[in-house]
């Protein structure tokens, strides 16, 4: 396909399995969605990464709910099998991923991931991977995802740039928290409303999970420090 500044190209990928990728003469953006067709809204949008900044070491943030369980899938590059380490707050361990495979962290580790609790995911060596996660997986009630960011990508400070509460002007539920977890133990961690005013500081410990969001129900432009 043959794009100009801010064209858009829709492909529908039938039958193609692990391995796919997309390649471009100039840097684009790509989006990846997925659905489950037996469902009415089962779908689930991803970000997609260079494959050069792919890692070997990521952390999840959000964390399983009763009744609403949050899985998180491996994709393993390389022309051999590698070992996927994990800790989150229950325990650690390992599972094996098998050559351009992908392997759920519930067949993995025998467990969606934790209440309360982030998850790492790390290889040795130069096995790098990626990694995304499924919110209230297998199931149509929430219906979001997201695409976990390598570790040598973290900061202390960021931003979020869109998250109204809901649908309406203005917001008047609070359905876009923020959720974030820590690598070290005794962070501490502030959060800034869009005018610059804190609204919350607590402290959390590695892998612990919090989340937050902005008492008037839109928290676009919130600033997290950590």
């Known amino acids: 396909a043959t794009l100009t500044k801010g064209g858009a190209y829709n492909l529908k990928l039938t039958g193609v399995g692990p391995g796919s990728y997309v390649t471009s003469a100039y840097p684009v953006q790509v989006q990846v969605m997925g659905a489950n067709h037996a469902e009415n809204v089962d779908m689930r949008g991803y970000s997609a990464m260079p494959r050069a900044d792919w890692g070997t070491s990521y952390y999840a943030p959000v964390p399983s709910w009763t009744g609403a369980d949050t899985d998180l899938y491996v994709f393993n590059p390389n022309p051999t099998a590698i070992t996927i380490y994990y800790e989150d707050r229950v325990g650690t361990g390992s599972f094996t991923v098998n050559a351009n495979s992908t392997k759920s962290y519930q067949d993995g580790a025998l467990r969606y991931v934790p209440t309360n609790s982030g998850v790492h995911l790390y290889s040795t060596g130069i096995n790098v991977f990626r990694a995304f ?21 973290l900061t202390t400070e960021t931003f979020l740039s869109w998250a109204p509460g809901d649908k309406y002007i203005p917001p008047q539920n609070d359905g876009s928290s923020v959720y974030v977890t820590a690598v070290n133990d005794a962070t501490t961690v502030w959060f800034y409303n869009s005018a610059g005013s804190l609204l919350y500081t607590t402290n959390i410990d590695k892998l612990q999970s919090v989340s937050f969001y902005d008492p008037d129900h839109d928290s676009t432009g919130m600033r997290i420090v950590a």
Request: no cysteine; proline share 5%.
């Open 133 to 153: 996660a499924a919110v209230d997986t297998e199931s149509a009630t929430w219906d979001w995802a997201y695409s976990l960011i390598p570790e040598q990508f």
